[in-house]
């Protein structure tokens, strides 16, 4: 197990030795730089000149590469060229906000798509599991755009019954941000009230960006569980006349889950690059929409550093899960 | 089997059409969600595109009793029997970004001068709501002359900067020093020190800044400035404590903390609080502000929260509680927000103007060389018929560059041409200067993608529409499009383009920042975005740049102006207008065209 992990950290270097290669080259593809954003209107042919000059931008290309590469071995992965924070923190500060959106689209998707998965399973091909199939088949048709703005249209102005955006509401004297993770923040504080004003914020966001890994968690449980209920052990089981509760959980779920907990890793790193749409709707400051942004202005630092970060999480999110998986099936970890 | 199919459809169906059939809203959902591709909508986190992001339109400003003709309420609280301002209270105002930079030298877009100037002032501002007033702010008064080299500043006694230090000229000197003196890297983001002084260090405007006593400042220029006061009542030109420019390092690019962290280093009505990128800049008011107290400040906290997205933007507002006030509602909103009784629509009107750039030289010996087919494009353009559907309803047709909010219009477009609408005019000159049916001019028109601005909220619309008036008239028209800021600008203003959308909006109140900026000569040439050089241009610049008083100089331009227009260098579209919309409550909201827009004077009624 250790080789097994020590083995995919090193093949991290050369992945991410790769993606910077791969992201430079990208982005210096695009046409336009950070100069034309940041004179817009303004730019003449000198002004142009002189901002690129400023900016390091008239090196040529591999020069480029090779300041960033030695920026990162020194720890140094820029500042932004337009606002001059330096990414990293930059990054730190907004994670968090990205990170909680995930985990909270996650667990509705997990606690909603999985015993949704297994009923539909276990009733597959009565009227319950047609419903469910219609049901995941919307879930991952809708734009989540367009569910957003739906669900803030009920929720919170129709009927107002959650807020329309944020992580939470900026009028309240609030508790200190240890974490930037409110939920922890505001436990730590023993704000109960901070804490039930920031669940609230979680709510239509998790809802929005949770739907499609809710839709495609359902289906994989209820496919794995209707392969692990006609396996010979839950016949034996049946027939030894253990409750059915007993081998729903033990049996089944155990065996059937092993599928979903991959799907859920991979999910989970999506969620954290992805949630670009729902972060713009709900005005959530979280790092889909900065990197975003960082593209559109053409912002090289964020762009390159930004996404090596977002890639490195992936990769251990990945690693934790495939560890994970073999935790949880003795077959793989006795291999 | 088929039946249960079709029983659990019917259920989701039902359900579905249960939501959202009976409970038929008075109100559609805040835009089309269709329509709004995210990023697009908004322009993109221009963080220095100077002045023209959200660098507001005209507000009515009280004095030129100029009421809109739509009727929008000029500024909120301007309705009588508003009743007395009270003091307290929370605002949480939606804007579409937070500020670039936290240095107020340092940025030159709407949404970060939103922020700053509520914390930063400079030595003299805008009068509320107004273009071209100039009043004392840490100046009680100066003496100068437009057409002289020396400018004397009386500090006003008594003003301390939020970290407890004095306001005085030993200060303003260490501000202008620091101006001059910024390091190479910095100097791209200085943008407007670098336009307003034209440049830095010896190639700055600045001769000496001394103080002549403990609050009297003594400028010294190298050559007169007609624009200098204008120039430097923009925030950017804001006084700073030097204790605080010094704590925070102000002149290190990489050690520095004040442009990213908030400061005690101003002198205006609210003090920094906190700042959270991406999601609030919190500020409180100063108590010890040093203006007329029945003025202002009333909130008790002020909080900027940025929603990128306009249609999340309105959400924001109509949802209750929260976001009590946003800027920049989408022309398509402008219904929505007028039949909602809980929400009140506030009209700024515009300091902008879109114009089609026209390039004679991008194409050789082509169609647009002959100053009677540019003339024909221009008869051939009915401007007014855009303003309701892509402004809507709020804007105005450009006749000059120069908006009418202006302190200049009058004088600078006096006996200009103007182009009215009339298509067979156009194709009558189009026939003179040996086009016609047979022989159509072949011109190409491009237009920006990812990009709005108030002149311009929809491109393509516009280009779309104008195309088919330009086709009306006998052209044939290829079209091609381009990324805004990347590919778009780059092409436009280097003579690629036959004929494209751009704007201005203005940076302060000053002919030279219209016309001048855009036909006088650079380095000796003319500038090849337009390539207008027609006689007697140059000679007309001259005078203007050595006119200095106000008659004078507003007489050269309107030569200038005369000039430009006959020879159809350019056609001035439409003047946009944007607006702003507040929860009843909000009072004393005074939109200014140029965005200088203060929330002193804001106060909640705990009445409605």
């Known amino acids: 197990m250790t080789r097994f992990i020590v083995r995919r950290l090193l093949l991290l270097i050369p992945i991410l030795i790769g993606l910077t290669l791969l992201i430079f080259v990208f982005i210096h593809l695009l046409p336009g730089d950070p100069a034309t954003t940041i004179l817009g209107e303004r730019a003449t042919p000198e002004n142009y000149a002189r901002v690129r000059a400023a900016l390091g931008l008239d090196l040529p290309l591999h020069e480029q590469y090779l300041r960033y590469m030695g920026g990162l071995l020194r720890g140094d992965l820029g500042r932004s060229f337009i606002t001059n924070r330096d990414v990293v923190a930059d990054f730190a500060q907004r994670f968090p906000a990205t990170i909680e959106l995930a985990l909270a689209a996650m667990l509705f998707a997990v606690t909603v798509g999985i015993p949704l998965g297994m009923i539909t399973a276990k009733r597959r091909a009565t009227w319950v599991d047609q419903l469910g199939t219609v049901g995941s088949l919307i879930g991952i048709s809708i734009p989540i755009f367009f569910l957003g703005l739906m669900l803030k249209y009920l929720f919170a102005i129709q009927f107002p019954v959650l807020p329309s955006e944020g992580r939470i509401d900026l009028a309240m004297q609030t508790f200190p941000r240890t974490t930037n993770l409110l939920v922890i923040d505001a436990l730590i504080a023993l704000d109960f009230r901070g804490l039930l004003d920031v669940a609230r914020h979680l709510v239509l966001p998790a809802i929005a960006l949770g739907t499609i890994p809710l839709a495609i968690i359902m289906r994989i449980t209820r496919a794995s569980v209707i392969d692990v209920i006609n396996e010979d052990y839950v016949r034996t089981a049946r027939a030894k006349g253990l409750p059915e509760r007993m081998i729903d959980g033990r049996h089944v779920l155990r065996n059937a889950l092993l599928p979903v907990v991959t799907v859920i890793g991979l999910q989970i790193g999506l969620l954290l690059g992805g949630a670009i749409l729902t972060e713009t709707i709900f005005a959530w400051p979280g790092v889909g929409r900065w990197i975003y942004d960082a593209v559109t202005t053409r912002d090289y630092a964020v762009i390159q550093s930004g996404v090596l970060l977002l890639a490195l999480i992936f990769v251990v999110v990945n690693l934790v899960v495939d560890v994970s998986y073999a935790l949880l099936n003795p077959r793989i970890r006795h291999s | ?608």
């Open chain 2, 1 to 608: 089997m088929t039946s249960r199919l079709w029983l659990s459809l019917l259920a989701v169906f039902a359900l579905v059409v249960g939501a959202c059939g009976t409970q038929v809203p008075a109100s559609p959902p805040a835009g089309t969600p269709g329509a709004q591709t995210p990023g697009a909508g908004e322009t993109p986190g221009t963080g220095q595109t100077p002045g023209t992001e959200q660098t507001p339109g005209t507000g009515a400003t009280p004095d030129t009793g100029a009421t809109p003709d739509t009727g929008a309420t000029p500024g909120t609280g301007a309705t009588p029997g508003a009743g007395e301002p009270q003091t307290g209270g929370t605002l949480v105002f939606g804007g579409s970004r937070l500020a670039a930079s936290l240095d107020p030298a340092l940025t030159s877009d709407g949404e970060s001068f939103r922020i700053l100037q509520q914390v930063y002032e400079p030595l003299v501002d805008l009068a509320e709501g107004s273009v071209s007033e100039i009043v004392g702010v840490l100046a009680e008064s100066w003496e100068g002359e437009p057409a002289g080299t020396t400018w004397t500043f009386n500090l006003r006694e008594g003003v301390t900067f939020h970290d407890g230090t004095p306001l005085n000229a030993e200060a303003v000197v260490a501000n202008f020093e620091r101006w001059n003196t910024f390091p190479e890297e910095m100097q791209p983001n200085a943008y407007y020190i670098g336009a307003v002084f034209g440049g830095f260090g010896e190639n700055s405007i600045i001769e000496s800044v001394e103080a002549t006593d403990d609050m009297t400042v003594t400028v010294t220029l190298r050559r007169p400035k007609a624009d200098f006061l204008q120039g430097i009542a923009l925030t950017p030109f804001s006084i700073v404590s030097p204790a605080v420019l010094e704590e925070m390092n102000a002149a290190d690019p990489v050690a520095g903390t004040f442009s990213t962290e908030p400061s005690q280093g101003g002198t205006g009505p609210f003090r920094w609080d906190s700042y959270t990128p991406d999601e609030s800049a919190q500020l409180v008011r100063n108590e010890d502000y040093w203006g007329d107290p029945s003025e202002g400040p009333f909130l008790d906290r002020l909080i900027i929260q940025p929603i990128p997205n306009p249609s999340a933007r309105l959400q924001a507002l109509q949802a209750p509680g929260g976001v009590a006030g946003i800027d920049l509602v989408a022309p398509t909103e402008y219904e929505i927000v007028e039949n909602d009784p809980n929400l009140e629509l506030v009209e700024r009107l515009s300091y902008n103007t879109l114009y089609l750039g026209i390039n004679p030289t991008a194409t050789e010996d082509g169609p647009l060389s002959d100053v009677r087919v540019r003339q024909a494009v221009a008869h051939a353009l009915n401007r007014e018929a855009l303003i309701e559907p892509f402004y809507g309803g709020r804007g105005s047709v450009a006749d000059i560059f120069m908006p009418p909010t202006s302190g200049w219009y009058e004088q600078v477009s006096a006996g200009v041409p103007t182009y009215e609408y009339n298509v067979d005019r156009a194709r009558e000159l189009l026939a003179d200067a040996g086009y016609g049916p047979d022989n159509p001019p072949q011109v190409q028109f491009w237009y920006p993608t990812e990009v709005t601005r108030p002149y311009m909220p929809d491109p393509q619309g516009l280009a779309e529409a104008t195309i088919t008036m330009l086709e009306e008239a006998g052209f044939e028209v290829t079209t091609g499009s381009a990324i805004w800021g990347t590919e778009y600008i780059p092409a436009a203003t280097t003579a690629q383009y036959d004929m494209y959308w751009l704007g201005w909006t203005g940076d302060y109140d000053d002919p030279w920042n219209w016309y001048g900026y855009h036909f006088d000569l650079r380095n000796g040439e003319p500038n090849q975005q337009f390539n207008c050089d027609p006689e007697g241009l140059r000679e007309a610049f001259e005078t203007a740049n050595t006119s200095y008083e106000f008659d004078e100089r507003a007489a050269a331009f309107n030569e200038v102006a005369r000039i430009i227009h006959e020879n159809a260098c350019f056609v001035t579209m439409v003047h946009g207008d944007t607006a702003l919309a507040f929860e009843p409550h909000v009072e004393g909201y005074v939109p200014a065209p140029t965005g200088s827009e203060s929330f002193k004077g804001v106060w909640l009624s705990q009445d409605q």
